[in-house]
């Protein structure tokens, strides 16, 4: 497993920008894949983007041509850059790791940052 810890979220208004940042306490150069979701108040937690190790990156639709994961392997790093923020990405964001043993499969979680969006 890994640990993870987010950084970056805060209040915005509608329109503007915000990256978030993943620290991994090792190497991310092969963890299976990695990946940002997002909880708002009375919701189910929800992928918002993912990249495997391979780089292939998914999107959830709504965030789809306004935000982008990348990684940093050198700095053990996730980004997710938002932009064109609405109110409803409002949520508290986690970072999310898959990692393999074997066939045992691990789920890292980062303990979150919020994000704010409003005028």
């Known amino acids: 497993q890994v640990q993870l810890v987010e950084s970056g979220g805060g209040l915005v208004q509608p329109g503007g920008s915000l990256r978030l940042s993943c620290v991994a306490s090792?190497?991310?150069?092969?963890?299976?894949?990695m990946g940002w979701y997002r909880q708002a108040p009375g919701k189910e937690r929800e992928l918002v983007a993912a990249?495997?190790?391979?780089?292939?990156?998914n999107y959830a639709d709504s965030v789809k041509g306004r935000f982008t994961i990348s990684r940093d392997n050198a700095k053990n790093t996730v980004y997710l850059q938002m932009s064109s923020l609405k109110p409803e990405d409002t949520a508290v964001y986690y970072c999310?790791?898959?990692?393999?043993?074997?066939?045992?499969?691990?789920?890292?979680w980062g303990q979150g940052t919020q994000v704010t969006v409003s005028s």
């Open positions: 999310n790791a898959v990692t393999t043993a074997g066939s045992i499969t691990y789920d890292s």
């Open positions: 090792r190497s991310i150069f092969s963890i299976y894949a």
């Open positions: 990249m495997s190790s391979g780089s292939t990156t």
